[in-house]
T-cell receptor
Framework: NAGVTQTPKFQVLKTGQSMTLQCAQD?????MYWYRQDPGMGLRLIYY???????DKGEVPNGYNVSRLNKREFSLRPESAAPSQTSVYFC???????????????FGPGTRLTVL | AQSVTQPDIHITVSEGASLELRCNYS??????LFWYVQSPGQGLQLLLK??????LVQGIKGFEAEFKRSQSSFNLRKPSVHWSDAAEYFC???????????FGQGTRLTINP
């Protein structure tokens, strides 16, 4: 069980370029999330997907596109990279439900994106 | 608006000393509450969680947290810290049935030898 995996670990882009951050999970969870982490700001939700085929905006969605390819995979793509998108990006999954066994979010190791 | 506040951005304690990290939440109803730890260059790992019942919750690595409804707080404690506890700690909350987890800003813990 790999849990939640993210690729790549590091990426450098020039302003205006684009690429896709990949996230995959083998936990059979329905919900998946993309966060960005910036110093002093905690984790901010970019987009989430409650289930396969659905996506919804989080706190800071502007400038990003997402795709829930299937139950396992949820990708994030800066539309046109800008220096303000320099950050560490985390993918997470959870299985929503009632009670103690549910609702914990499991995180991937992160992708550090630098936009020059 | 729903929010989670960690008042301390950075805390330094000596190895072997006790630790308390503060967390306050602002929600209309009692949310599910979580503490996560992030070691440098790593993802987030769950330390403990509170859903209901006993207000003192035990977690991994010797951590515990106490839920106080009257103070809207969920403070994290450890009786004696180890150098390996140096990390960033995040408090988070989610309403029952909600999709979104709201994080505090984080508290960076430094351990003096």
């Amino acid at each position: 069980n790999a849990g939640v995996t993210q690729t790549p670990k590091f990426q450098v882009l020039k302003t205006g370029q684009s690429m896709t951050l990949q996230c995959a999970q083998d936990m059979n969870h329905n919900s998946m999330y993309w966060y960005r982490q910036d110093p002093g700001m905690g984790l901010r939700l970019i987009y989430y997907s409650a289930s396969e085929g659905t996506t919804d905006k989080g706190e800071v969605p502007n400038g990003y596109n997402v795709s829930r390819l299937n139950k396992r995979e949820f990708s994030l793509r800066p539309e046109s990279a800008a220096p303000s998108q320099t950050s560490v990006y985390f993918c997470a999954t959870t299985e929503p439900g009632q009670g103690f066994l549910y609702n914990e979010q499991f995180f991937g190791p992160g992708t550090r994106l630098t936009v020059l | 608006a729903q929010s989670v506040t960690q008042p301390d951005i950075h805390i330094t304690v000596s190895e072997g000393a006790s630790l308390e990290l503060r967390c306050n939440y602002s929600y209309g109803a009692t949310p599910y509450l979580f503490w996560y730890v992030q070691s440098p260059g790593q993802g987030l790992q769950l330390l403990l969680k509170y859903f209901s019942g006993d207000t003192l919750v035990q977690g991994i690595k010797g951590f515990e947290a106490e839920f106080k409804r009257s103070q809207s707080s969920f403070n994290l404690r450890k009786p004696s810290v180890h150098w390996s506890d140096a990390a960033e700690y995040f408090c988070a909350a989610r309403l029952q049935g909600a999709q979104k987890l709201v994080f505090g800003q984080g508290t960076r813990l430094t351990i003096n030898p």
